[in-house]
């Protein structure tokens, strides 16, 4: 039986979707082909209404909300050539040991609050509108609130977490902070094989607590992220699990695939095809269909037929040390910032990458692999080289057009 959920939520209705994005004056300025994009990218999910926020799926701001404004204005117009994503890991701190965790070589003298705060300032002054909080696990972090009122000005903020040790009050004082979604890690909808898998005996326990928690606080987004396996996705389990999360009563599942972030994992057989790839997509759009609890894979948000891959140039990842990389995923550092300000890391970094319509670390892991014997992540020198080596496909659907637009406006300026 679904549980009833504590943070309300509604299907927004087609005209309050439209009224909202139509409430800024600046999207009649768009060019016809990116806003017709963006209205068909928009048609493979069903806006909620939590709180006063209207959320089509947290890896985009509440459309109403001045981040969106941001977005719009910033980077659709104005074309900034800054991040627009970024993620900051506020402590590198966690009792799980996960198979495929990310951060797991990644070591140094972690950031104070301070850093942290000046590192954020500065990722939302280049253009950021969403950050994504992580660690480690980031509700150890005693200043979270603190860190999350300072993020939420201007950007949508989310929340990365196994949910250990959250309280009803912390959660309550994150929501007044600002944050607008949270995603707690739940893997299987087997206590067991989610407990192996984060090695850690009552993690799955801690997650089922921490849902039913955050789903108390009024006008949050909640969701859970899971990370699949191929063997997940080609059997069937995908589905099974998306059954058991929506039982849960949460607002959003947020897919993701094993990505080869470390040794373990620069095997074939541990990730992901192409065709498991566009299985998920396929899931994706089907259960989207449907009322109820969205589901938001992240391969069709950068796939090809939509945004593609920005890591190094719109999506950026400071790291609990202050090392800034391409991607969460990506265990590179172009620099860290207490030794050059963040402006400058960010921009060294944006000249070598390109947009690209695969994903940067499942097309180049192999090269990671050349150069890994070091150490990981890599430091500036060998991601530069590696940088330097790998391959870069066409960009992404809506990047295409986007180029193709200011190409046009261009030629018509240096006409008129």
């Given amino acids: 039986m679904k549980k009833e959920k504590n943070a309300v939520a509604r299907p927004a209705l087609r005209r309050e979707v439209l009224r909202a994005l139509l409430a800024r004056p600046q999207v009649l300025r768009l060019r016809p082909s990116i806003s017709l994009f963006l209205l068909r990218y928009m048609r493979n999910f069903r806006a909620q209404k939590i709180g006063g926020n209207l959320i089509l799926h947290s890896h985009l701001p509440p459309l109403n909300s001045r981040a969106y404004g941001r977005f719009i204005k910033e980077h659709l117009l104005e074309r900034s050539a800054g991040p627009s994503h970024a993620q900051v890991a506020v402590t590198n701190a966690c009792p799980q040991k996960c198979a495929f965790c990310y951060n797991r070589d990644r070591t140094g003298r972690p950031m104070d609050t301070e850093t942290i705060l000046r590192v954020i300032g500065d990722l939302k002054a280049a253009g950021v509108f969403w950050l994504g909080l992580t ?78 928690v955050f789903l108390g606080v009024p006008g949050l987004h909640v969701g859970v992220s899971s990370v699949l396996s191929p063997e997940m996705i080609r059997g069937g389990d995908a589905e099974r699990l998306l059954d058991f999360l929506e039982g849960l009563g949460i607002h959003e599942s947020w897919l993701s695939e094993v990505m080869p972030s470390a040794a373990p994992l620069w095997v074939e057989s541990a990730l992901a095809n192409a065709a498991d790839r566009r299985s998920l997509a396929r899931l994706q759009d089907s259960r989207n269909r449907r009322e109820g609890m969205t ?122």
Avoid at 170 to 178: E, F, I, K, T, V
Avoid at 378 to 384: G, K, M, P, V, W
Avoid at 390 to 414: D, N
Wanted: proline share 5%; charged share 30%; aromatic share 10%.
């Fill in 295 to 416: 589901v938001n894979y992240l391969g069709h948000f950068e796939g090809p037929e939509n945004f593609g891959c920005n890591a190094g140039r719109r999506m950026v990842y400071v790291d609990a040390f202050g090392e800034v990389s391409p991607c969460v995923f990506t265990p590179m550092s172009f620099g860290n910032v207490r030794d050059k300000p963040l402006r400058d890391i960010v921009e060294d970094m944006g000249r070598g990458f390109r947009p690209s319509a695969s994903c940067f670390l499942r097309e180049n892991y192999r090269l990671l692999e050349k150069y890994a014997a070091a150490g990981l992540p890599l430091d500036r020198e060998r991601s530069a080289r590696l940088v330097a080596e790998a391959g870069f496909g066409p960009p992404g659907e809506f990047l295409k057009r986007f180029e193709k637009t200011a190409r046009f406006e261009k030629e018509a300026s240096h006409d008129a």
């Fill in 135 to 212: 660690g480690g696990e980031p509700l150890l972090k005693r200043d979270l609130v603190e860190i999350t009122a300072a993020a939420a000005d201007g950007c949508a903020v989310k929340l990365f977490t196994t949910g250990m040790g959250v309280t009803a009050g912390l959660a309550r004082d994150l929501g007044r902070a600002g944050l607008f979604s949270v995603s707690v890690s739940l893997d299987h909808w087997k206590e067991e094989i989610h407990d192996a898998g984060r090695r850690f005996p009552g993690a799955y326990r801690e997650a089922l607590r921490a849902i039913d």
